[in-house]
Antibody, heavy 125, light 111 residues
Framework: QLQLQESGPGLVKPSETLSLTCTVSGGSISSSSYYWGWIRQPPGKGLEWIGS???????YYNPSLKSRVTISVDTSKNQFSLKLSSVTAADTAVYYC?????????????????WGRGTLVTVSS | QSVLTQPPSVSGAPGQRVTISCTGS?????????VHWYQQLPGTAPKLLIYGNSNRPSGVPDRFSGSKSGTSASLAITGLQAEDEADYYCQSYDSSLSGFVFGTGTKVTVL
């Protein structure tokens, strides 16, 4: 069945750019039924949606992070990626990639049905 | 701070019924947007539990049920089992924030 796997550095220095990749296996990222999203969870805290991307490159971003976030997709590699710039200690979190189901015409009703295992990224000098 | 408020914790004995509330406002749940629920077992990724307010994905036991009314939603767990000990999050969309939002999370403890 379809699986998602996050990869990237576990340690990033303050003010630098955090870069993560999510590899989708067992299915195509180029499906019309799904967007692909990033969600993060600071240690001991709740979940925060970062943004989502369609295989065509169309994106939705969390307005609170939009100025620092870039999400891109590489359909040839069945991957999508996250870049978060100017990181601080507040960006330390487990970062999850997930499949974002667009089973209705209303974007507002979409949900995440499959998640990667997550990867911890620590921001520290 | 999230715009969807959940009780920090709920507990119950095995076999009992517990409910988790998710309280929002007119810019999210009250606007008619769907509510979804996720279960996060200790040290693991969240798992979709309920989508579209009350629908269960394949493989989710019917002990779990969801409902929505007005500006709130609820997740009920009947016949509570030890394996249900986890954190539970609601999720919806907020038009004021222009984005998808998660609830504050609720820890379920089986006594």
């Amino acid at each position: 069945q379809l699986q998602l796997q996050e990869s990237g550095p576990g340690l990033v220095k303050p003010s630098e750019t955090l870069s993560l990749t999510c590899t989708v296996s067992g299915g195509s990222i180029s499906s019309s039924s799904y967007y692909w999203g990033w969600i993060r969870q600071p240690p001991g805290k709740g979940l925060e949606w970062i943004g989502s991307i369609y295989y065509s490159g169309s994106t939705y971003y969390n307005p609170s992070l939009k100025s620092r976030v870039t999400i891109s997709v590489d359909t040839s590699k069945n991957q999508f990626s996250l870049k978060l710039s100017s990181v601080t200690a507040a960006d330390t979190a487990v970062y999850y990639c997930a499949r974002h189901v667009r089973d209705t015409a209303m974007v507002q009703d979409w949900y995440f049905d499959l998640w990667g295992r997550g990867t911890l990224v620590t921001v520290s000098s | 701070q999230s715009v969807l408020t959940q009780p920090p914790s709920v507990s119950g004995a095995p076999g009992q019924r517990v409910t988790i509330s998710c309280t929002g406002s007119s810019s999210n749940i009250g606007a008619g947007y769907d509510v979804h629920w996720y279960q996060q077992l200790p040290g693991t990724a969240p798992k979709l539990l309920i989508y579209g307010n009350s629908n269960r994905p394949s493989g989710v036991p019917d002990r779990f049920s969801g409902s929505k009314s007005g500006t709130s939603a609820s997740l009920a767990i009947t016949g509570l089992q030890a394996e249900d000990e986890a954190d539970y999050y609601c999720q919806s969309y907020d038009s004021s924030l222009s984005g998808f939002v998660f609830g504050t999370g609720t820890k379920v403890t089986v006594l």
